[in-house]
């Protein structure tokens, strides 16, 4: 279970790349109580999918199948406000909270005792839970007793604006910036597991041939991270585009329901307004982006695992 | 100087070398700083809040004036009317937590013992399901969830929160458990086959024990979720007696006197178990994550 090993397989077709053992303890077709008991471990699972998975999905697609209700969705400003949101927040939120955890993870490699520390103290904000995190940012964030302003009049002389309060632009980019916050260290810790699992002798092999710094960086990490790079993107765009907590807690949709994205919208319409069927029309609305990302990811997964 | 001349370049390249070398080293230094303040403050200013005693949290103070742990004697002896079944909640996470990881190792393992071990045909049928149920945000399927929770009788009920953190576990398990039963060889099940024990001996005798350190980490995993999840408790959990605590710390944020000092003093409260685990099976979590996060 070293992550070094696990990911090796993933990132690097090396010796890993055996072929995989297609046996069974039990030869040929399976028979009688051998088949007997290999259905009835599987039955635990398959009565838990069938009930809180295929029903809920089934259920959900019957209440949401009306296209009169989507007319309906389309024509309401907060929703057509609630899409360019929801694309902005996954479009820059992944993308610079990806980027950045790529750049610290290479910054996170270094053998120094005090950048061991410092790790230790980064995965702090994905070790707590969202909850205390999160709104202690909106609290923090608050125009006229919140840390940050305090701090920003108290150093600098600087009359802080009210972040969540006054504007839809600054609240959206301070949920950005907390759902960074909280995400950034998860997907480092991933790609610094990624950058062990590099050998060394290829380093020496660049170096040998003159290659440092950035070029090392083009012509050797970047190669061979690009694919878990990739995986780690795709499978983040996904949770980014379900996050709930970052946008509830943080700035709870306001000012002026300014700052939903489409999870956050889902449940205000089904629990705010009692209206259910539209809540899962606005979650329905985004299956267009989901779907694609779900089949590229879960080929990817697959080879993946086939490479191992 | 990557391709020096013969001619005496390696005297010019020492030094260079050695101002590159501290230039590099103060920018990582400063990027340090950046990162250890970015991912500080935040934090701070939960403990700060938390101890400042009521009535100083309306000032614009950097540091509390006057510290004090009033805010957390409250929270423990629950003396405020928001936390006076504070022990009730968190036992009521405790509960949920400690079902949901029992649930998810026995479901888990069961299912890919048949899936990976018995090899039962179109098993990866199972498999696909379970990595489909992976990837769909759980926030997208909590509308329809909690209506059918009400069908099934389960409104108000720590069942029906344990029955969701049980299936958003369950996938992950799976996968886990399917990745770590590779390393481990099928020629053991053979031999135990053919001294005659049944697929359940096998299960017991041999899986279970070798799986052993995927158990601790799907159980970790499993037990953090279920303590961290909010939105399927705040949907499904209403009543004070049945909350469970992150519910109970978002109803402050409905208080229009907003003490915010026994907030923030409950959320540290609430954070701290996780943190520690987090922290004890730092290891683990992040081979279990890297694995069934990235290579599903």
């Not at chain 1, 610094?192 to 660049?206: D, F, H, K, N, V």
Request: proline content about 6%; glycine content about 8%; overall charge positive.
């Amino acid at each position: 279970m070293d992550d070094a090993q696990v990911l090796r397989a993933g990132v690097l077709p090396g010796p890993s790349t055996s072929v995989r053992l297609r046996r069974r303890a039990w030869r040929g077709s399976l028979q009688g109580s051998e088949f007997t008991w290999a259905v009835a471990f599987l039955i635990p699972y398959a009565a838990l999918f069938l009930a809180f998975v295929a029903y809920p999905v089934a259920y959900g697609l019957w209440l949401g199948h009306k296209p009169a209700l989507y007319a309906e969705l389309v024509s309401e400003p907060i929703y057509q406000r609630t899409v360019v949101n929801t694309v902005l927040y996954v479009g820059i939120g992944v993308n610079l909270k990806m980027f950045g955890a790529l750049l610290l993870s290479g910054f996170f490699m270094r053998r120094r005792w005090w950048v061991r520390g410092l790790l230790l103290v980064y995965v702090l904000p994905w070790a707590m839970p969202a909850l205390p995190a999160f709104v202690s940012i909106h609290w923090m964030l608050n125009g006229q007793w919140g840390l940050l302003n305090n701090i920003l009049w108290g150093i600098f002389g600087i009359d802080g604006p009210g972040w969540l309060e006054t504007s839809r632009w600054l609240a959206l980019g301070s949920v950005i910036a907390s759902h960074i916050w909280k995400w950034m260290p998860f997907w480092t810790v991933i790609l610094l597991a990624g950058r062990m699992s590099i050998p060394q002798e290829l380093y020496e092999a660049a170096e040998v041939d003159g290659a440092t710094g950035l070029r090392r960086f083009l012509h050797v990490t970047f190669p061979l991270l690009a694919n878990l790079y990739l995986i780690c993107t795709l499978l983040s765009t996904i949770f980014t585009l379900g996050d709930f907590n970052s946008v509830y807690f943080v700035s709870g949709g306001g000012p002026a329901l300014s700052t939903h994205v489409l999870a956050t919208l889902g449940i205000r319409d089904a629990f705010e307004i009692g209206r259910p069927d539209l809540g899962v029309a606005a979650v329905m609305s985004a299956l267009p982006l989901m779907v694609p990302l779900v089949i590229l990811l879960m080929r990817k997964l697959r080879t993946t695992e086939v490479q191992l | 100087m990557i391709a020096p001349s013969i001619d005496g370049s390696l005297v010019r390249r020492r030094p260079n070398y050695r101002l590159r070398r501290s230039l590099t080293e103060a920018a990582a230094l400063a990027l340090g700083v950046v990162v250890l303040i970015w991912t500080l403050v935040p934090i701070y200013n939960i403990v700060m809040v938390a101890l400042e005693p009521h009535g100083d949290v309306f000032t614009n103070d950097i540091w509390p004036a006057n510290p004090s742990f009033e805010s957390f004697w409250i929270v423990v002896t629950e003396g405020y009317w928001y936390l006076e079944n504070f022990w009730h909640q968190f036992g009521n996470s405790l509960y949920v937590g400690v079902a949901t990881v029992i649930l998810t190792l026995v479901i888990g393992s069961l299912a890919s013992f048949s899936i990976g071990r018995i090899r039962i045909r179109h098993g990866w049928l199972v498999s696909n399901a379970a990595l489909l149920t992976y990837v769909i945000p759980a926030s997208f399927l909590a509308i329809p969830f909690y209506r059918i929770m009400h069908i099934y009788g389960l409104s108000n009920n720590l069942w029906s929160v344990i029955a969701a953190e049980v299936t958003f576990a369950t996938p992950y398990a799976i996968f886990i458990f399917q990745q770590y039963g590779v390393s481990i060889p099928i020629e053991l099940d053979e031999a135990a086959r053919i001294d005659g024990a049944s697929p359940i001996q096998v299960y017991f005798r041999i899986y279970l024990p070798l799986m052993a350190p995927a158990l601790v980490a799907v159980g970790t995993y499993a037990l953090l979720l279920a303590w961290n999840e909010y939105l399927y408790q705040f949907l499904l959990l209403s009543s004070k007696r049945s909350m469970t605590v992150p519910v109970a710390l978002a109803q402050f944020l409905n208080s229009d006197e907003a003490p915010w000092n026994y907030m923030m003093a409950t959320a540290i409260v609430y954070a701290l178990p996780p943190v520690a685990i987090y922290y004890a099976f730092r290891r683990r979590m992040t081979a279990g994550l890297v694995m069934g996060g990235v290579k599903g």
